[in-house]
RNA sequence: GUCCCCGUCGUCUAGCCCGGCCUAGGACAUCGCCCUUUCACGGCGGUAACACGGGUUCAAAUCCCGUCGGGGACGCCA
């Protein structure tokens, strides 16, 4: 009974893109529920439309997959007692299927030509009926319609919707009924002899035994046709979850012009795979009590139930997902931020492409700086130009900076500051403390009247991390052999007192 | 147009199924204060929602009806 009863859930794609931030949620809730209940996550392509498939957008979704810590039971890659993982080679059962329902009569050919089809199509929207096929060949008689199709004439099959509602279970939504009379006799096989995606699925989940279909919410139409599909061919119908649709923050469908989309962008913005999957799993879904915002992947799996996924579409924001990114920036070991950050470096060509022990101490030390100071870690290359940039005349001309120079205090703070570092001797921390309260006697100044104009000076910017950990990191930096050199402090203090002038 | 789904702070949501414990809780964002030689982090606090209208009931965010609003589907696409 256990084997029998055991959860089987897919995730159905088709390789005709990136993989989209919304369909991975799809994926991970079924991740979820099969990790949760035990059961099989199972990954199937589905590359009937030959047109739009590529190989290569199949293997990255499987490398996205992987990258955000999904995994499957069975799937292209790996097999699987009920092959073939992807529909290519299926035809032939699809075929024999559709064969089957027109012997039992709950299936037949159907002769209109497309174009007929289309405009009693436009003719049922303009006078604001349902748009529902005619049922003109549905009592064909079948000796007849055979002898047409010898005779070289084309036909689609459709199968014959009963005529009583019909009635189906979604876990999210309750008992969901439509009535016969708004769906059409959907095609099963194309005149071509291709079949029809309606019909195709229904087939796959039954030859795979998938105990609950979770889906999009886009599908929720076309469930009423997929169950006629399971009853004319006698197979046991699953249960549905349909899930809400990803809004963007104007409240249309989440897409590309609302910026990233798919798990790739997320990915090279530097976002954590943990953070991700944590951020989608909240879009949708709470916990009981609802006061629980940090979910790591085995606690979600734990918490997780579909009984309580929300029914209605949700914005995703993502400052919430930054949130989530900081928190498990701060999470994770140096060790691991290290080496993403040293890769956002490299990739912006501030440090060479394969660093020494003495060089990659040292950019590890500028990624610990900086990543308190990020969102994501691609912001890494942004803030490290405190580090990289030291452009005097650029400073100079922030309005903001410049105001700060207005002031002569300030100018005699920074001319005080060069003469001292002047002095070659080697910049430690304690020694700039020393500086720091050497010019607070001489010149007056205190507070942020005297730390403001030195940190422009050094860094562009009144504001930036802690001196004593900046200035040594310069110092540092400014020995080692760089693609882009770093200025030292007296560098930095020169320069920036010729172009104040 | 027809059908289906959805409707709690700006956003994600808890509460709704099993009315009272809800003067509606949490989180992100936002604002203020504290910490700090700066900024950020962190700590503390504030602003902010039951779409609307009827009904049922001693009592409704919770149940029923209607309206409005949003989304989706109506295909020889998936």
């Not at 012009?257 to 709470?286: C, D, K, Q």
């Not at 290290?338 to 040292?362: D, F, I, K, T």
């Not at 100018?411 to 003469?419: D, G, L, M, Y």
């Not at 001196?467 to 882009?484: M, R």
Request: aromatic share 8%; with cysteine; charged share 25%.
């Amino acid at each position: 009974m256990a084997a029998n009863n055991k959860v089987r859930v897919r995730f159905a794609p088709s390789p005709t893109g990136q993989l989209h931030i919304g369909n991975v949620r799809t994926a991970l809730f079924n991740w979820l529920f099969a990790q949760q209940k035990g059961g099989a996550f199972i990954l199937r392509i589905e590359d009937t439309d030959v047109e739009r498939s590529e190989a290569r957008y199949e293997t990255q979704l499987i490398e996205d997959m992987k990258w955000l810590g999904i995994d499957w039971d069975e799937g292209p890659d790996l097999g699987g007692p009920y092959p073939p993982y992807r529909q290519s080679d299926k035809m032939r059962v699809y075929r024999e299927y559709a064969e089957r329902l027109i012997k039992e009569g709950k299936a037949y050919y159907c002769f209109c030509p497309a174009e007929e089809l289309e405009r009693e199509r436009e003719q049922a929207l303009k006078e604001q009926r349902q748009p529902i096929y005619s049922g003109k060949c549905r009592n064909l008689d079948l000796a007849e319609a055979e002898r047409r199709r010898a005779s070289g004439e084309a036909a689609a099959i459709r199968l014959k919707i009963p005529e009583h509602p019909i009635r189906f279970h979604d876990i999210v939504r309750g008992d969901v009924e439509f009535s016969h009379e708004v769906v059409s006799d959907p095609i099963i096989i194309r005149s071509s002899g291709m079949p029809i995606y309606n019909y195709v699925v229904v087939i796959d989940d039954a030859d795979m035994k998938i105990t609950h279909v979770i889906r999009g919410d886009d599908h929720i139409s076309n469930t009423p046709k997929q169950v006629a599909v399971y009853e004319a061919l006698g197979l046991p119908v699953p249960e549905f979850a349909h899930l809400s649709t990803i809004l963007g923050p104007d409240g249309g469908r989440l897409s590309k012009r609302h910026g990233a989309t798919s798990v790739a962008n997320f990915r090279e913005m530097g976002i954590l795979p943990e953070a991700l999957m944590n951020y989608l799993a909240l879009l949708g879904w709470a916990p009981s009590g609802g006061d629980r915002e940090i979910f790591p992947k085995d606690e979600l799996i734990k918490e997780f139930s579909l009984e309580r996924v929300t029914p209605s579409p949700a914005v995703f924001d993502t400052e919430k997902l930054y949130w989530l990114n900081r928190h498990y920036i701060k999470q994770s070991s140096p060790e691991r931020i290290h080496q993403l950050g040293a890769e956002m470096l490299q990739r912006a060509g501030l440090v060479p492409a394969s660093v020494n022990g003495n060089v990659s101490g040292w950019v590890g030390s500028v990624v610990d700086l900086l990543a308190p100071y990020v969102d994501k870690l691609d912001q890494l290359t942004e803030k490290a130009k405190i580090i990289f940039d030291g452009n005097a005349s650029a400073a100079l001309a922030v309005p903001e900076n410049a105001e700060v120079f207005a002031n002569e205090k300030a100018r005699a703070v920074a001319q005080a500051f060069a003469k001292r570092v002047a002095a070659g001797q080697a910049l430690t921390a304690e020694r700039f403390k020393a500086i720091m309260d050497e010019i607070k006697a001489e010149t007056g100044a205190k507070g942020k009247d005297l730390f403001h104009p030195v940190r422009i000076m050094l860094i562009g910017s009144h504001s930036g991390p802690d001196f004593n950990k900046l200035i040594p990191l310069i110092e540092d930096g400014s020995k080692l052999e760089l693609p882009t050199h770093v200025k030292s402090v007296r560098e930095r203090a020169e320069e920036f007192l010729a172009a104040m002038g």
